[in-house]
């Protein structure tokens, strides 16, 4: 069973549509969570940490469920330019913060 | 601004061939890591390395050997290239006493053997 596992898609959505990713973790140990986001071709860059709390960045809200070890993304008021690969991360903090990436969801927005 | 360069955005090599694929970071970080992508797989890290002349086995080592001789270079080595080795290979770097969201990388190398 893969650490991070996420559904790899395509997720095929129109603009303003919104969209929701989901991601779920096996080590219970794990301390901090990110997704990151890939852009065909380049390296991934960070799109936002994941809170207990949940939290929210313009059009971008995370939440995280520790006791079901649950990642969600929801994506509101889809644009062009969020069509991109986004990868569920989860992170083991100590001298050199060991980070585990989930195979990625590919979002399609189309006009 | 944060810069971690790779050496080669693209590199055919042949089978039996050794692969030098070079990192350089300008943050001063102490932590810098080597990882392969492949599809379906996500990324999965080959080595890492603490300081100088540190460096540990991350959780797909075999095949590869990392060199970390100066704090902003750390170089991953592919002694005898095998076509299973063809991916996407990324480099990072991190602060050590930096928070996990500050890992940075470089754009990639694209390896492909023949």
């Known amino acids: 069973r893969k650490e991070v596992e996420q559904d790899p898609g395509p997720f095929n959505v129109p603009e303003g549509a919104t969209v929701a990713f989901n991601c779920t973790y096996s080590n219970s140990a794990s301390q901090s969570f990110f997704w990151y986001r890939q852009d065909c071709r380049k390296e991934p860059k960070l799109l936002m940490s994941?809170?207990?709390s949940g939290n929210e960045d313009g059009r971008f809200t995370a939440q995280l469920n520790r006791a079901s070890q649950y990642i969600s993304l929801l994506i509101r008021d889809s644009k062009l330019s969020d069509s991109a690969t986004y990868l569920c991360v989860v992170g083991f903090s100590g001298g050199y913060n060991k980070l585990i990436f989930g195979a990625g969801t590919r979002l399609a927005v189309h006009p | 601004d944060v810069k971690v360069t790779q050496s080669s955005r693209y590199l055919v090599k042949r089978t039996g061939e050794k692969v030098f694929l070079e990192c350089v970071q300008d943050m001063d970080h102490e932590n810098m890591f080597w990882y392969r992508q492949d599809p379906g797989l996500g990324l999965r890290l080959i080595y890492f390395s603490y300081d100088v002349k540190m460096k540990e086995k991350g959780d797909i080592p075999e095949g590869y050997s990392v060199s970390r001789e100066k704090k902003e270079r750390f170089s991953l080595i592919l002694e005898s290239a095998s076509t299973n080795q063809t991916s996407m290979y990324l480099c990072a770097s991190h602060a050590r006493q930096g928070a996990p969201d500050t890992q940075y990388f470089g754009p990639g190398t694209r390896l492909t053997v023949l």
């Open positions: 994941v809170y207990s």
